[in-house]
């Protein structure tokens, strides 16, 4: 199948056949129909009124209606993703899974290069394949510590670094 290339700049499947209005929410005005997963893709970028910019980018780990993360996964994946990011860059602000359970917003403090994005995503997954237990997942610190998978979010993590060479392709 013949892929886009997306080098870092927002891309929207068109919504033309669906004759849908234009949505507040970013995501909901891309056609989900026309990407193909797993990629990252810069989603928006946003300019705060004291002139601090962030970055929203989709991190897509599964074809959207066709496959999902199970919640456990999802879960475990949240939780080493937002610890361990954080080891390669003090500019995460967030990693947030998207409720249809096939991938996560990375939220980042200024304007990056599109490429460094990919790194850090390379860097934090393949620290996700090594680590020894889920960061905490327990009652103390998380709301349903038993809801984890440690070797479920390393195999979803290993399944998205096998397409390292497909991420920045968003669209059929």
Request: charged letters at 20%.
């Amino acid at each position: 199948m013949r892929r886009t290339p997306a080098p870092g700049a927002p891309s929207r499947g068109t919504m033309a056949d669906v004759n849908q209005q234009r949505m507040n929410v970013e995501s909901f005005n891309l056609d989900h129909r026309t990407v193909l997963a797993p990629y990252v893709r810069l989603a928006d970028t946003k300019v705060l009124p004291a002139g601090d910019v962030i970055q929203k980018y989709d991190v897509r780990f599964t074809q959207p209606n066709r496959a999902h993360l199970e919640m456990p996964v999802v879960h475990s994946l949240e939780h080493l993703f937002a610890e361990h990011s954080r080891n390669h860059s003090d500019r995460v602000i967030d990693f947030s899974p998207m409720g249809c359970q096939t991938g996560f917003y990375l939220i980042l403090q200024g304007t990056w290069d599109y490429d460094a994005v990919l790194d850090l995503v390379q860097s934090t997954l393949e620290d996700v394949t090594t680590a020894t237990e889920v960061p905490a997942a327990n009652e103390v610190q998380c709301g349903w510590g038993a809801n984890h998978t440690l070797t479920g979010a390393q195999e979803a993590a290993r399944t998205f670094l096998a397409a390292r060479d497909e991420w920045s392709t968003v669209t059929a």
